[in-house]
């Protein structure tokens, strides 16, 4: 997706990872990806350009995956969610704000979807 | 390129249906079988493939309806480890099938176009869920909200239009490409399918419904093939068909294990269909024979051809052999002026930069017109919001491709164009797009000014990593913390409630005049680059070209010549033309471009002296230019002589006795349009490939006849009335079946190579067909040699077609009056 459409969507929310040891990230050649490691090296910063997204549509693609649309597991903040499903090689991660991660399974140790935070761009990693 | 007929053809050739109209009839007024049914049916089988009803939805769609069943089919059989192994080896490929008919189904349109088009479509279908879930509803928090939604909307559309340009620009040829390598791939695994089928193994005796749908698949890929627009598409639908044919031949031990008969109503449209269809394609094929002898024996030799046909005959001519005159001229100058590895490279940066420059230049002109308006409203705050959000990512997208994204301290993934980005100096390379924004002062100014700001505050260094939690010097850098800062400024992030200097930047970016610096910096630097990465042809390419331009080679004229012929075309166009359509089809300005460019090859050619430098890559720039595939010149040029054919067929409709003729000439013309455009091969090469056609469709007649002999009698027994067993219907069915059904039934038979004695004797012998005055009597051409009685019912639907239009005329003129 070329960067006009999603970009902007994307410039004030980044996916977040703490404690990303021995996380690989792999992405589509068609999406640009950001990686950022923090100054004390414990968080993953990923702001990937992709377009904000549905529940709706996450299903559907997991469909399209071959996963199941129960195995979608959601987490809600108030005002937005974060999604993720696994296929046999990697993590997918999608957000209603904009963002996406795929996670390569082979190189990953265990991926925690609790460490996962949609935050503020240039702002502490916290919560929402 | 689909059409509610079987066979393709281009929308200004009309050809009534009649198996269409029995089709809606018999759904309706007989309407008696499930679903289920029907899809075991033969009738239903040859429907399917033929296309005689309007079936919506894409031919490739169409395929995979087909196969999706078959793989249903597949996943109800328990036993796959046993003796169906072989052929599931084959159906193993159907996943490799849906690739290719995606890539069938990407022709004309990118990845990209097809994602943003999938954009719109789910933000719209997100939008209209989300105005259905309460306020405040916890379900809201599972989608994007409103406003961003139809932001999403509104500027996917807005890159939609960009991708649609650019595609057409970039990709025809790499599209065509995999167009045709997608046809290859689907014919090899449809006669994969039918090989396995013609075993007649174990497997396909135990599940006779799994050797139904393959069928049915095959049918289907080879429906797809019949509407593909090129002509090599008869060929291959017609070797499918044939396999088909020839399968159930092979295995006619009980035909019911095929295909049930019982399903009368079914059977005949099916039937009905399926002859009229091979009918159809046989009857053109014939007359494209006859008219291509014609053509190549000199336009309209005979003194019956009327002044006007003649002329249109010329007029094609001439049409003819200046496309030929295009496509041979593109071939011999490209190798001419193929570039060398380094030239190559400097092209591919030079339309990359061109791609970003023309989305960057759109952008900033979006933005420059919005801003224009000073309404002070809050509508008008959020606008100026947007405004300044799309410039943001019009001038960061544009700035990094040039310079990569500013140094600030993290590695953000970049697109920037390498070779342009290592010509830029340090300093530029830092600042990023903000060399595009503010002067090298301007720049400067700014910076000390956020860098004060910054010291002054100890929770700006703290967050800038340039001091520690403990009050300790942090490990991160001012300037970078600067140049930080100024991109969060400008993209309006919360810095700019915390430094006065970022908040006057925020307001100001979509100011007119910094607008107007942002277009002046924006295009010094493009001036610069283009002068950079700018393709100079060497010497010795341009005497190639000039040589290969002038000479003629063996058995070709020079490409001199082919531009005369083309001017010669021009000069054939009538005046009512170049006065309707000329400016839309910008017949002048091509024009004008070949003029010159005959004018300047003729200099040289004739030149007695040392041909100056400067002229001869005059010439090569101009024929470059011509060229270009970006300029279309070859479709302009395909369009043009269409347009001209249309144009004179339309004045000659109402004078020639057998209008089908002219019909016939424009869709050879439109199909060698086509097949010039696919490269398949070249074009008014025909002759052959008609004759070898009209063999391979008398073939599939001939095959499609001994599957007729399998089921007509259950088809005449219905037209007659009565069921498979001979018995009559009842009345209220009987009377719902009219007896013309059985007269076009007979009609259409006319179209089989050999016609059951049954059917010509006593079925058929008096059946007769009218329209007002017009009669087609069954006897009138029962006798006839085949290839004359296969046009005979193409023709009387033709005439009724041409009287109704007349009809239709008169009526409108009398109500004009």
């Not at chain 2, 932001?151 to 025809?172: F, Q």
């Not at chain 2, 290592?422 to 000014?449: C, H, P, R, V, W």
């Not at chain 2, 013309?669 to 008014?684: A, I, R, W």
Request: proline letters at 3%; a positive charge; one cysteine or more.
């Amino acid at each position: 997706m070329a960067a006009t459409t999603s970009a902007r969507m994307l410039k004030h929310y980044e996916l977040v990872i703490k404690q990303p040891e021995n996380l690989a990230v792999t992405h589509s050649s068609t999406h640009q990806i950001g990686i950022i490691t923090s100054r004390k090296g414990k968080s993953l910063i990923l702001g990937v350009d992709y377009q904000p997204i549905s529940i709706r549509t996450v299903t559907k693609l997991a469909k399209e995956d071959g996963v199941d649309a129960k195995s979608v597991k959601i987490k809600r903040y108030k005002t937005s969610s974060l999604f993720y499903y696994e296929t046999p090689d990697v993590i997918k991660v999608y957000s209603t704000m904009g963002g996406h991660l795929s996670i390569s399974k082979k190189s990953t140790r265990a991926f925690d979807f609790n460490q996962l935070r949609l935050v503020q761009k240039n702002k502490k990693v916290v919560s929402l | 390129m689909m059409t509610s007929n079987c066979l393709s053809l281009p929308t200004n050739v009309s050809l009534p249906t009649n198996a269409a109209y029995l089709v809606v009839f018999l759904s309706f007024s007989l309407g008696t079988t499930s679903f289920a049914n029907m899809s075991n049916s033969a009738g239903n089988i040859l429907l399917e493939s033929f296309r005689c009803d309007s079936m919506s939805g894409s031919a490739t769609q169409s395929v995979r309806t087909s196969l999706a069943n078959l793989r249903s089919s597949l996943e109800k059989i328990s036993d796959k480890e046993k003796e169906c192994q072989a052929e599931l080896a084959v159906i193993g490929q159907l996943p490799k099938l849906d690739a290719v008919l995606q890539q069938i189904d990407n022709y004309g349109a990118t990845e990209d176009i097809k994602k943003t088009e999938l954009i719109i479509e789910e933000a719209l279908a997100d939008l209209a869920y989300v105005k259905t879930i309460p306020q405040g509803h916890p379900n809201r928090a599972l989608f994007p909200d409103e406003s961003t939604l139809q932001a999403m909307v509104s500027s996917a559309r807005t890159e939609l239009i960009r991708l649609r340009v650019s595609n057409k620009v970039e990709s025809g040829a790499r599209d065509r490409k995999r167009y045709i390598d997608g046809i290859s791939q689907l014919d090899s695994l449809a006669n994969e399918m039918a090989a396995s089928l013609r075993k007649n193994s174990d497997c396909y005796k135990k599940h006779p419904v799994l050797r139904r749908q393959i069928v049915t698949g095959i049918l289907g890929i080879s429906g797809f093939f019949a509407s593909s627009p090129a002509g090599i598409g008869i060929t291959l639908a017609g070797r499918l068909i044939q396999n088909i044919f020839d399968i159930r031949d092979a295995n006619n031990d009980d035909k019911r294990v095929d295909f049930e008969a019982s399903n009368q109503s079914m059977l005949v449209t099916g039937l009905s269909c399926t002859l009229e269809q091979l009918g159809n394609q046989h009857c053109r094929l014939v007359r494209q024979e006859a008219l291509l002898q014609q053509l190549s024996a000199g336009p309209c030799k005979d003194d019956k051809c009327s002044p006007e046909m003649r002329r249109l005959l010329a007029i094609m001519e001439k049409g003819k052999s200046s496309s030929q005159a295009v496509d041979e001229m593109t071939r011999n100058l490209g190798s001419k002026i193929s570039y060398t590895e380094e030239q190559a490279r400097t092209l591919k940066v030079n339309s990359t930069f061109m791609s970003a420059t023309a989305a960057f230049e759109a952008g900033l002109s979006t933005v420059k017109e919005s801003a224009k308006s000073s309404d002070r409203s809050m509508s008008a705050e959020a606008r100026r919001r947007e405004d300044r959000a799309n410039l943001y990512t019009a001038v960061n997208t544009f700035g990094t491709k040039i310079f990569g994204y500013p140094a600030t301290g993290v590695s953000l993934g970049e697109a920037s164009i390498t070779e342009i980005r290592s010509g830029m100096s340090t300093a530029e390379q830092e600042k990023g797009f903000l060399n595009l924004i503010y002067s090298e002062a301007e720049y400067n100014d700014l910076y000390q000014k956020f860098a004060v700001a910054i010291n002054a505050s100890p929770r700006l260094k703290r967050a800038n990593d340039l001091q520690t939690e403990n009050g300790g010097t942090g490990a991160g850098k001012l300037e970078n913390a600067v140049r930080k800062n100024m991109v969060a400024a400008l993209a309006g992030e919360d810095i700019i409630k915390e430094i006065p200097e970022a908040l006057k930047m925020y307001e100001s970016f979509t100011s007119p005049e910094r607008l107007d610096i942002i277009k002046s910096r924006s295009e010094t630097y493009k001036s610069a680059i283009l002068q950079k990465f700018r393709v100079l042809p060497k010497d010795d390419q341009i005497s190639n070209f000039t040589m290969a331009f002038l000479t003629n080679d063996v058995g070709q004229s020079s490409s001199l010549k082919h531009l005369e012929n083309i001017q010669d075309f021009f000069d054939s166009i009538p005046d009512d033309f170049k006065n309707s359509r000329g400016r839309l089809l910008r017949l002048n300005p091509l024009r004008t471009q070949i003029d010159e460019i005959v004018a300047l090859g003729r200099e040289i050619d004739s030149a007695t002296t040392d041909i100056p430098e400067e002229k001869t890559k005059d010439l090569y720039a101009k024929v470059t230019r011509l060229l270009d595939h970006s300029h279309g010149f070859k479709e302009d040029m395909a369009r043009i002589t269409q347009a001209v054919a249309n144009h004179q067929n339309q004045k000659v409709a109402g004078t020639v006795a057998n209008k089908q003729d002219i019909h016939d000439l424009i869709y050879m013309q439109y199909n060698d349009f086509l097949e010039g455009v696919y490269e398949l091969k070249k074009p008014y090469e025909r002759q052959n490939d008609a004759k070898n056609a009209i063999a391979l469709s008398g073939a599939q007649i001939e095959a499609f006849s001994k599957f007729f002999g399998l089921y007509k009698d259950n088809a005449v027994n219905f037209l007659n009335r009565s069921d498979t067993e001979g018995r009559s219907f009842n009345k209220g069915l009987s009377e719902n079946i009219d007896s013309s059904l059985k007269d076009h039934f007979c009609i259409q038979t006319l179209a089989l190579t050999e016609i059951p004695k049954d059917i010509r004797e006593k079925q058929c012998g008096n059946a007769s067909i009218r329209y007002g005055s017009s009669e087609l009597s069954y006897a009138q051409f029962a006798d006839l040699p085949h290839k004359e009685r296969v046009c005979a019912y193409r023709n009387f639907l033709n005439n009724i077609d041409s009287k109704r239009n007349t009809l239709k005329k008169a009526v409108d003129a009398n109500v004009v009056k």
